[in-house]
């Protein structure tokens, strides 16, 4: 497994951006693929956008042509740009790598979108 840690959460007013990050850390790791997921309060965890260490990318319906996902392979970080954000997409969001029990998720930062 490797430490992620998201940053980049807050509160923004409908229409604006925010530009969360994800930082993977593990002596010798490289990302090979990297998902952003998102839960809303009552609601289960949503598959927001992957993106793989060549630069493929996938979005969900619900965010696509507003959220842009990319890697830095270098500082072995993945963003989540997110544009034009409505209420609906108020969660908590997390990164993730890996799957049953080498699945790597990163604590969680909240996004906020009010007026």
Known sequence: QVQLVESGGGLVQPGGSLRL???ASRRGFSINYMNWYRQAPGKGR??????????WTNYADSVKGRFIISIDNV?????????????????????????GRLASWGQGTQVTVSS
């Open 21 to 23: 990050s994800c930082v």
């Open 46 to 55: 949503e598959l927001v956008a992957t993106v793989a260490s060549g630069g």
């Open 75 to 99: 500082k072995n970080t993945v963003y989540l740009q997110m544009n034009s954000l409505n209420p609906e997409d108020k969660a908590v969001y997390y990164c993730n790598t890996g799957t």
